[in-house]
């Protein structure tokens, strides 16, 4: 299973959206509703911000969205304050396993 | 409040055995859910090695999966890993992670860093 492909580094002003894509294929996120996203600041572990493709966990902010169209997920995070600043990874169910992408770095401006 | 907190050495020998124990509270691992490991190796993405259910039904990473090995013991409340034969490439931080059905991971412990060295 090869890893899901994430643009290195995005970047956005405080207030503005920007968008954060995940690409694989019909065998994982084509072939599943089952893609998650996490946000990792430094030396800390992942949080769980969207889980299958578009569902927020209790207590995640809803300037947080996702959605999916054909093998490509998003992130959407809309007016962008500067704790969002952090890694940001996709991952998707595929047949008994999980792939994860290579993550993106938002800066914040 | 669900917690897991990883345990084990921080550093390991080349060709030796990696093993890491995450200790479960707040949550009975009996009750249900996937239980997972996953990587990050320093200053790069996050890499699954492996899930477990609480029945013992196991799922690995074909690229790692003839050497790991993850058990549960529901009497602790724990699940482990093992990692045969390491190597510089297996330096990471190991985090344990409570997964939904479909992967989903909503609680992680903190993360233990182990330095393969010799």
């Known amino acids: 299973q090869s890893a899901l492909t994430q643009p290195a580094s995005v970047s956005g002003s405080p207030g503005q959206s920007i968008t954060i894509s995940c690409t694989g294929t019909s065998s994982d996120v084509g072939g599943y509703n089952y893609v998650s996203w996490y946000q990792q600041h430094p030396g800390k572990a992942p949080k769980l911000m969207i889980y299958?493709?578009?569902n927020r966990p209790s207590g995640v902010s809803n300037r947080f969205s996702g959605s999916k169209s054909g093998n490509t997920a998003s992130l959407t995070i809309s007016g962008l304050q500067a704790e969002d600043e952090a890694d940001y990874y996709c991952?998707?169910?595929?047949?008994?396993?999980?792939?994860f992408g290579g993550g993106t770095k938002l800066t914040v401006l | 409040q669900v917690q897991l907190q990883e345990s084990g050495p921080g550093l390991v020998k080349p060709s030796e055995t990696l093993s890491l124990t995450c200790a479960v509270s707040g949550y009975s691992i009996s009750s249900g859910y996937y239980w997972g490991w996953i990587r990050q190796p320093p200053g790069k993405g996050l890499e699954w090695i492996g899930s477990i259910y609480h029945s013992g039904s196991t799922y690995y990473n074909p690229s790692l999966k003839s050497r790991v090995t993850i058990s549960v013991d529901t009497s602790k409340n724990q699940f482990s890993l093992k990692l045969s034969s390491v190597t510089a490439a297996d330096t990471a931080v190991y985090y344990c992670?409570?997964?939904?059905?479909w992967g989903a991971g909503d609680y992680w412990g903190q993360g233990t860093l182990v330095t393969v060295s010799s």
């Open positions: 299958d493709v578009s």
């Open positions: 991952s998707s169910y595929t047949s008994s396993s999980l792939v």
């Open positions: 992670a409570r997964l939904g059905g």
